[in-house]
């Protein structure tokens, strides 16, 4: 039985929480992001988690509304984010004339979505996104460097080979537009985004119900699993010889983007053209992106976006067009975690304990400061504990190194490093106890 | 007149947001911290923004209820933390099994309080802590490791001169019980902690209420009023010969943590005791911290924490003593802001902006990759606007670097870097160009 206790210290449902070795790995994977988005010129953004009910839901629709966590402060009707495009629009609209554009942004940090509790489905995550906004026009290539990006990140996450999805929402609409079901635009682009889901059986169905004829359902089928590289893909949909400008500049948009993204070293197996995706939401109008665990399908896309043509109609009369991709960070951790695919480390920075034997402390204390001056992660050990003890604490952390500081140590000017991975013990002058240190991190 | 799509892009009141020049220098103090946490050895830990109301209330009282962002989703109870020590209480009371101690944690992230709208009080803001946690007991050193890490971080952070204020509860519990003033003790420790912001007068006025007899006043008046260096302030209390076992613990605690702090690398003159630093908080019962800027006092203590006897006693049976610091980053960075202490730099982290003229894109594409390669924050320009303009981009951002990519550059496989800051141009061979760009950052 649980007691009082057990539920005082046990968090909410869907509310991610994790051991030191496990939030380790968590924030190497955060870091890597971090530092790629960097490497790419984008600038840090950090908006507020609370902002007003008005402004969050401004566009927002029933889905969205109903998950939303929203409460009333005094008088104030608040809520908190539940996306990190929202927040950017609004604070492009409200910033625009001191930003420059195209103003290249990434926002790290975490959504609140209070979801039925299923599986796997998290109410509080981390959101890693990045998004380049024009001022009235944006230069398509900058949909060729959103896969870039993503790739440089994805190699060093290193989860094995991925897959960068690519489509453009013009080829869907100036085909739809061919077959005279615009009007059904988004019913059929929400059916056609689930194909990876529910198959292509109830797809078919799902079409047949939505678009009266059954040619177009046909064309529409064969449309979408039009196979093969992305050139012989572009090649057969030229040969359907679409008479429809939408059609035609989606395809050439897409074209140059898969060029472009080859040129800029996204490598070509990293990066294909799927027609079935097609990204549910209203928001994207151009190049849209889903990425793939190539072993793991299941996992679903790891890293989804596209082009819009306006980010903030709401909140300004100023045309931003952008183009953007997001990482659910947390759920992609919480998948792998469960495949067993998260090689856990240590369950600390230290990367060296330091312990006085003899009552050498000082010497001891100058030899930790000198190690963190070095930038090494240094442990002192405060501990009156017997050595075995304090070695111990090392080992059940991974540490992966201690220092031993004693009489012996302390008159020859030589320290006893331990390598606690191989058990190896060395007696060195300081240096190259620091060398050896910065040389294995 | 504000429109609707003004009050629509406006943040809520205490609600910090910045421009990306701020940002930039906002995250460079963020990761000072960060970093200088983990070279202490201290392990990262994330907890969840919400919570249960039951959770966090657990031990609350007055003004935190009446400030926590609370409400219902559903049936459950929820609230936004206050704080990180209180989610830490909880962690640590959960997890305890699979924790190794002492547990050195730190913790950077947002808290809420729904303040009443001052100046400069915010209502979203960041807390960067430190904690080390016992299990059952925790050694008197690691009081003395906290100031010597804060140390660190302010020396790097380079706002001038600060000093560390440090106490002991214990000192002025002695004294209170040697007065037989025992039983008013709390409300006598956060009348003396006023005495910065009220002064000796107010505090002399407010004990006179609180004691009974004026010659305890008198004595706590004198004691508090105690100057000098902490060793003639020790020097001082010793020949005050109280005969009280808990003044007589906590000198020899105040005198040991001031010696091993300096022995951990902290000079003299950055710690210095102050008998009227007391920390109105329940929770401390030994060691108490408190920073200031000497320069600026008025801004306030800029860190401050303390000793607790038992971290998590609403949630666990385990006594768990600990010590702890906390710096409120974002209060910090708005009260430096507004004294014009914050160095403004770059809107962005790139440092080199790679424009390609004659139509070299590819050549161009391929030395963007290379910088990249070598962890430079690089970006293409993919403008089709005239060169001026292009580098009036790089110009607006503190962009520090250009490169120029035409015709001749590529023919003689060297390239023009332009100093944006100095004008300087120079043609260089591709490895000069890195080394340069490296040896600046």
Known sequence: MKTNKDILTSTLPGFMELLPNEQMVFNDMLETIKSSYELFGFIPLDTPVLERSETLLAKAGGETEKQIYRFKKGSTDMAMRFDLTVPLA??????????????KRYAIGKVYRGERPQAGRLREF?????????DEVLDINYDA??????????????????????????????????????????????????????????????LSKLVVSKDSTDILMKFVQTKGTSEEIIEKLLKLKIKNE????????????????????????????????????????GTVYETFLDKYPEIGSICSGGRYD??????????????????????????????????????????????????????????TQLLRQNKISTEFSYSNDKLK?????????????????GEKETNENLYT?????????????????????????
């Open 389 to 405: 003890k304090q070695i111990k604490y090392a080992d059940k952390l991974g540490i992966p190194y201690i220092v031993l500081i």
């Open 310 to 367: 306006n980010l903030a109609s709401t909140y300004t009369y100023k045309k931003l067009p952008g183009v953007g991709i997001s990482i659910g960070l947390s759920r992609l951790f919480n998948q792998l975690y469960k495949k067993g695919l998260i090689k856990m480390g240590a369950s600390t920075p230290t990367k060296i304990l330091v312990i006085s034997i003899d009552d050498k402390q000082e010497v001891a204390y100058k030899f």
């Open 246 to 285: 939408k059609f035609k500049t989606g395809m050439e948009e897409l074209s140059q983007v898969i060029k472009k993204a080859r040129e800029f070293g996204l490598p070509k197996k990293y990066i294909q053209i799927d027609l079935s995706i097609a990204r549910g939401l209203d928001y994207y109008t």
């Open 145 to 206: 460097e959103i896969p870039a990006t993503i790739y440089n990140i994805f190699k060093k996450l290193d989860f094995g080979k991925f897959t960068i999805k690519i489509n453009n929402r013009r080829i869907l609409n100036g085909l739809f537009d061919s077959l005279n079901i615009a009007d059904k635009s988004k019913s059929v682009m929400q059916t056609i985004d689930k194909l990876d889901k529910i198959g292509l059986g109830a797809v078919e169905k799902g």
């Open 90 to 103: 609004r604070y492009v609209a409200n910033n625009q004339r001191n930003l420059v554009f195209p103003f």
């Open 126 to 134: 981390y959101q890693c996104d990045i998004d380049v906004i024009g």
């Open 417 to 441: 490093l331990k390598n606690m991975r191989s058990g190896k013990q060395q007696l060195l002058p300081v240096n190259e106890v620091i060398n050896q240190i910065l040389n294995q991190k």
